[in-house]
């Protein structure tokens, strides 16, 4: 940074208008406009300009490979390229831009772990799409073409050593592509909040990983109309002593704000302090074991107005001093 840049501020913000040419098609909940919602909030509340900015970049088709077979990249590339409207590995709406813009989300990502690991910015909040956490190491599923938190979170482990990585899930849909990922990985500590029954069926409390990643995956279904005493209770109450065991050096958020109170696409009735409180508990986290080092990532968040004040709420407690 230039001498007469000022200081870094501690929280980065990843964003790139290029992330709204992503287009699933007409009535689509997973819209552009949900990009403009949640930046036009952060620039109104003034927090925009006290962060620091994070330049976006496309991953390359070895990064994705991390986390994604060779198999599935080839084919998701030639379904954008035939100007398919839905991948042929699942349920994912696609547009003829969604395989660079997939790349950029997933390379934003990238960038974002190389500021927190170099000691640019401590923590980060990234505002990306296509979400990423039903995509599967072999299809794109949901809304989702490819895992973006689980990229990042193997790059970190390949590029500078990072032994142990958690991931907290607080979307009101269970995050299943990143528990495929790392279901027999004990590197990765996933921890997911989600609504029961609902898509995309998973995340059965009994599903507790595989192999040597038996004990790493920890999921707390609810039914609808659960809220803040539930959901942050188990933040309080199951992972804050599941990370003091497992101590991460690097603190993953995927912040799907369709748990939100209001949204279409879920039925749970967190508020937008809620959010605050869940923030609070993850900086907690990362202070502890991981040097402060957190990056969240955007998810779900489907009603604009609630997506936008839940994402502020949010960020203002990810840069609160």
Known sequence: MAADAGPV?????????????????????????????????LEAS????????????????DEVALCHTRDYIAIAKRDIARHARMLSTGDTHVSDKSWDVALDAAGGILNTVDAVMQKQVSRAFCV??????????????????FNNVAIGAR???????????????????????????????????????????????????????DGRGKGTTLNCPFPAGSGR????????????????????????????????????LGQFTLADEDFG?????????????????????????YNLSGLASAANGHVEALASA
């Not at 909940?29 to 036009?40: F, H, S």
């Not at 039903?134 to 073409?145: K, T, Y």
């Not at 991931?167 to 990143?178: E, K, L, S």
Request: proline residues 9%; glycine residues 10%.
């Open 9 to 41: 501020k501690e929280t980065g913000l990843l964003r790139h208008p290029d992330y709204k040419l992503h287009d699933p098609g007409p009535n689509h909940p997973e819209r552009p406009e949900r990009y403009d919602a949640v930046i036009a909030a």
């Open 46 to 61: 003034g927090l925009a300009a006290s962060l620091t900015p994070i330049e976006p970049r496309r991953a390359t088709e």
């Open 128 to 145: 990306v799409r296509p979400p990423g956490h039903h995509a599967r190491p072999d299809g794109g599923m949901g809304f989702c073409v």
């Open 155 to 209: 790059y970190a482990q390949r590029k500078y050593g990072v032994e142990r990585v958690l991931i907290a899930d607080w979307d009101v849909h269970h995050g299943n592509g990143t528990q495929d990922i790392f279901y027999s990985d004990p590197s990765v500590f996933f921890f997911s909040t989600h609504q029961s029954p609902w898509y995309p069926g998973t995340g059965d409390e009994r599903e507790t990983g």
């Open 229 to 264: 005493e539930e959901i942050l209770g188990v933040f309080r109450n199951k992972l804050l002593p599941a990370v003091k065991q497992f101590r991460p050096d690097l603190v993953f958020v995927s912040a799907g704000f369709d748990s939100r109170r209001g949204d279409p």
């Open 277 to 301: 409180e869940l923030t609070k508990i993850m900086r907690e986290i990362a202070a502890s074991t991981a040097d402060g080092r957190l990056i969240s990532v955007l998810e779900g968040g």
